[in-house]
């Protein structure tokens, strides 16, 4: 890059009017002029160059600047040999025309490689170490294809910047530009802004501190290396990504250096802090966990029983009759006659879950009530009391048959005794 090329510059030069005391370097600005860019568009443009060309140090052994003009057509102003002095090339610039048609950009791309970078036309050769650099200014699409002849340009060894203004093809900027693009592609909203940006091309081809100017992109820490380089670096906590400018939180839990005898949870600062399991507190080192007895501290949120488990943690039971829920909390009734609420006097019959009927033992029989219990004899003893009324003409006539049957059995046993006398007496004679 050029920027890295520059060594130094004269005092209150990159931010003022100085001029640069950089390396040299062989540029050359292909301007679009095509029908789009209006008169006093083109002269914005013009300015921009000149402004430019201020800030350089021009000459044989120092910068040396052609111009490539391009609509359909291709028109090189002036070559890199052509003006070597500061005064001439801004009024060779002043003079320059729009040439009001298409948009080229791919064939402005490659006259500039073939023919304003040539030896012939004034550029120093591979062995003079002299930075190529093309700075492309265009406000539309190209109309034919510039990717390939872009890369074949940079292949070359030409440092490619794209410059676009207000309907330019971004794609198309950043098809043409070098790398890294953040530094090689730039947008304006309007040609009356593009002025603006000469200064963003004087900090890069003078060797200022980009780190103090704050065009540096870095996203924490920049750091200046000197001759207008530098690096980004990241606060503690940060890793630098890939890209080379943002950072990223360092992972130091996943780095297993953290000490957390549990838990290790990231903080988005990019440090980190310990955390303990369920049924543990965090001791005062931050690190380590003391088992706590979350039963004792009614912090279980048991419906019936906690049980603390021998490692520090606890787990919840139901009294008897109950069954936990899955919430592994809450209890529900599994049998209600195991609860000892049924009133059932006798023997409780579990039905389900929560349902249940009452019996009885042998000898008894269920009373209406569905609880209580009554012997089978003294059931049938309190039928008959309430149903004596009804029965006396029965029981009268029963007593008398029972008198009538004992004086009969009486009579008999008295004939009886006197037969069997009468036989034994006749025997004896």
Do not use: W
């Not at 292909?30 to 201020?54: A, C, G, H, M, W």
């Not at 909203?189 to 065009?215: H, N, W």
């Not at 890209?243 to 839990?253: P, W």
């Not at 003391?290 to 048991?302: F, N, P």
């Amino acid at each position: 890059m050029a920027s890295r090329a520059a060594s130094g510059r004269e005092p209150g030069g990159a931010r003022g009017a100085g001029v640069c005391k950089s390396r040299p370097l062989d540029l050359v600005f292909i301007i679009d002029s095509s029908r789009s860019v209006r008169p006093l568009e083109f002269t914005k443009v013009k300015t921009f160059v000149s402004q430019i060309i201020d800030t350089l140090d021009i000459g044989a052994a120092a910068t040396r600047v052609a111009v490539v003009n391009y609509a359909s057509t291709v028109k090189i102003e002036f070559h890199l040999q052509t003006h070597l002095d500061k005064q001439s090339l801004k009024r060779a610039v002043a003079r320059i025309t729009p040439l009001s048609t298409g948009t080229m950009s791919g064939l402005a791309i490659q006259t500039t490689m073939n023919e304003a970078f040539t030896v012939e036309a004034g550029a120093r050769g591979p062995g003079s170490n002299i930075p190529k650099v093309a700075i492309i200014v265009t406000d539309g699409r190209p109309q034919d294809q510039v990717n390939e002849v872009a890369a074949r340009a940079r292949a070359s060894g030409i440092e490619l910047y794209a410059v676009g203004v207000d309907r330019a093809d971004r794609a198309s900027l950043r098809m043409m530009a070098s790398e890294p693009l953040e530094e090689h592609v730039f947008y304006v909203e309007t040609y009356g802004v593009i002025e603006k940006l000469s200064s963003r091309f004087q900090e890069t081809f003078c060797a200022v501190d980009p780190c103090m100017l704050g065009s540096h992109q870095c996203q924490h820490v920049c750091v200046s290396d000197g001759d207008g380089r530098y690096h980004c670096e990241c606060s503690q906590g940060y890793a630098l990504n890939a890209d080379g400018k943002t950072c990223s939180v360092i992972d130091k839990c996943a780095l297993n250096t953290h000490g957390c005898e549990h838990i290790c949870i990231n903080d988005r600062s990019g440090f980190y802090h310990c955390e303990c399991y369920e049924g543990y507190t965090l001791n005062e080192d931050r690190k380590t966990c003391s088992a706590e007895d979350q039963c004792a501290a009614g912090t279980h949120g048991c419906q019936h029983l906690c049980v603390r488990d021998r490692t520090g943690a606890h787990h919840c039971e139901c009294f008897e009759g109950y069954t936990l829920n899955e919430d592994e909390k809450t209890c529900a009734v599994r049998d209600k006659c195991a609860l000892g609420s049924h009133g059932c006097q006798h023997v409780c019959v579990s039905d389900g879950p929560a349902s249940y009927h009452c019996d009885c033992y042998a000898g008894y029989t269920l009373n209406e009530d569905r609880k209580t219990c009554s012997a089978i004899e003294e059931a049938r003893r309190l039928v008959s009391t309430e149903d004596a009324c009804g029965c006396e003409a029965t029981l009268a006539f029963q007593d008398k048959v029972s008198t009538y049957l004992q004086r009969l059995h009486t009579k008999i046993d008295d004939v009886l005794e006197k037969l069997q006398t009468n036989e034994f007496g006749h025997v004896h004679r």
